[in-house]
């Protein structure tokens, strides 16, 4: 298509592979921490980049980051030096409108040079507001208009398994996205197929962009229907790294996983959390400040 | 006796044919199904490769997104469904996972036109090629007979991109011979002549090539272009038509509505050459009748062709 692809920031893969090797060699606590941290980064990230474009969606963007965080650096098998190469596990963002934090992420792993995510949304930038893979190393498929991530995660998880391959296919949705009926049929094949490899994690903030889930079309009781679709489901707190990693494990049933990962929209800033408003709100100057202030700036 | 009235080949069988040849040489290729097993005639397919068919049932948005996955690790997905459900129900999935993700999948969209005649409307795929040519980065082919369709295939999987290829059910007769090569992008000229052009896709060539023959009867001499490659749109013949003839007439099983017809006036128009061009399609939902009965009935025959193409030159 003739886009001009970002390229690897190698110094920043090999500071990302330190931090990786140094949580997957200490203890419990340590990788804990660590990976918290991270996601605190991811945050301060989505801030910095929202307040220079003016523009994105920072509650989904807080609610997913320790999502982000705990498979970037604590699971998935990838090597961003090389980020097409066939052997890898794949990681799809189906709420492609979080991409600030996606990016940030990426960012973090050394697929591309921290330095972009200032082009955040600007004019010709890579880095547009819903993730393009034909611009973005790392990013998987094109994600944007909801209920895409995960039946491309299905026909992701069904190839390497054709192909004998171990690795294994992560696909994260938002919970009002599982009103898509794309999702549901993908749900049903992943269990038909008995796609162990796959795991999907719910980013369970109970907001969508209008008002609470509940009052719009309701999922509850989430975690039991993706259960009857023949999912073994986990639910957690989806801010709990601890728990994060444990629910990201492999299927202990042959079935495909699901996690529930309750969460609080806007997670981190006390005047975003849990508010409907702060979907796609853009901080002021003012606001900034004290969002990057209660994310540990400068701590 | 006419073309029209000939014996055919439904390219389905060679669709089938030829993709179980490709699967034995190419551990990559596998198809994906939505139920359609019989309809898109893998039946054999099943039989010998097992897993490397993947139905997921009544579910054209997973079915198309599944097939970007695959073609994601590296797979050559052939993801076959009635042409309507495919391209109508699945459209976002055809945009956002395929051609703007620049997924190489190879969406086939089977029994299209107005193949299930009597099935009506909701079963005819008439506005494929309209809702296809909108997206970039997907190319879009119509083999006009079972060699084409071989040829495609095989190029394909030479050189997997995104694209969606009508494979037909309506049996229609070769126009292409042995040494004829399905090149990427090209338009064929099946027929040279300097009074009139027809563009062609599909069932509708041979019965070009009837028309073409009728027309030399009356002195008149016809140009017969097989636009098999409906997308990308080879421009420079079609540009050399419009100035080397004095009307085009593009006859497709589709609607006139953002179809190939359009594609041409659009490239003759923006050049200013002042020919007509007459889009011979689709303008209403069909009635009931069968495929025969309604191509007729919407004057998509030889004869139709023959009668449009003299009256554009005043005859």
Known sequence: ?299 | MRVDEQIGYDNRVAFAEELAELARADERVVAVCNDSVGSSNLGAFREEFGDRLINVGIAEQNMVGVGAGLAATGLIPFVCAAGPFLTGRATEQVKADVAYSQHPVILCGMSPGMAYGELGPTHHSVEDLSWMRALPGLDILVPADRRQTRQAMRMLVAHPRPTYMRVGRHKVPDVTTDGDMLVHGRIDVVRDGDDVTVIAIGTLVSRALSAARALADDGVSTRVLNAAWVAPLDRATILEAARGTRAIVVAEEANIAGGLGAAVAQVVAREGIGVPVIPLGLTQFAPTGSNDALLEHVGLTSGSIARVAAQALGR
């Not at chain 1, 930038?125 to 909801?146: M, Q, W």
């Open chain 1, 1 to 299: 298509m003739g886009f001009s692809m970002l390229t690897a920031d190698i110094a920043q893969v090999d500071r990302w592979r330190a931090l990786r090797d140094q949580g997957a060699a200490g203890d419990e606590a340590d990788r804990v921490a660590l990976i918290h941290a991270g996601a605190q980064r991811i945050r301060r990230s989505v801030v910095r980049m929202i307040d220079s474009a003016r523009a994105g969606h920072i509650g989904g963007d807080l609610s997913v980051s320790d999502i982000l965080a705990t498979l970037y650096l604590g699971v998935l098998e990838i090597d961003p030096a090389e980020p097409t190469q066939l052997d890898r596990d794949r990681f799809i963002l189906s709420k492609g409108h979080c991409a600030a934090a996606l990016y940030s992420t990426l960012a973090e792993c050394g697929y591309f040079s921290r330095d972009e995510l200032g082009t955040f949304m600007a004019p010709f930038s890579a880095l547009n507001g819903h993730p393009n893979r034909t611009k973005v190393p790392g990013v998987e498929t094109n994600t944007g208009p909801l209920g895409h991530g995960l039946p491309v995660g299905v026909g992701e998880a069904l190839g390497l398994r054709l192909q004998g391959s171990s690795r294994r296919v992560f696909v994260t949705t938002g919970d009002g996205e599982m009103q898509e009926g794309s999702n549901w049929e993908a749900i049903m094949a992943a269990a038909h197929y008995g796609l162990s490899n796959l795991t999907l994690i719910v980013d369970r903030n109970r907001l969508q962009q209008g008002a609470r889930t509940e009052d719009t079309n309701g999922l509850d009781p989430l975690g039991e229907r993706l259960a009857a679709f023949g999912c073994e489901v986990r639910e957690i707190d989806g801010h709990d790294v601890a728990a994060l990693l444990a629910a990201v494990a492999p299927s202990s049933t042959g079935k495909p996983v699901a996690v529930v990962a309750h969460t609080i929209k806007g997670k981190g800033v006390s005047f975003i959390e849990d508010r409907v408003e702060w979907h796609h709100k853009v901080p002021t100057a003012e606001q900034v400040v004290l969002a990057l202030a209660e994310l540990g700036e400068g701590a």
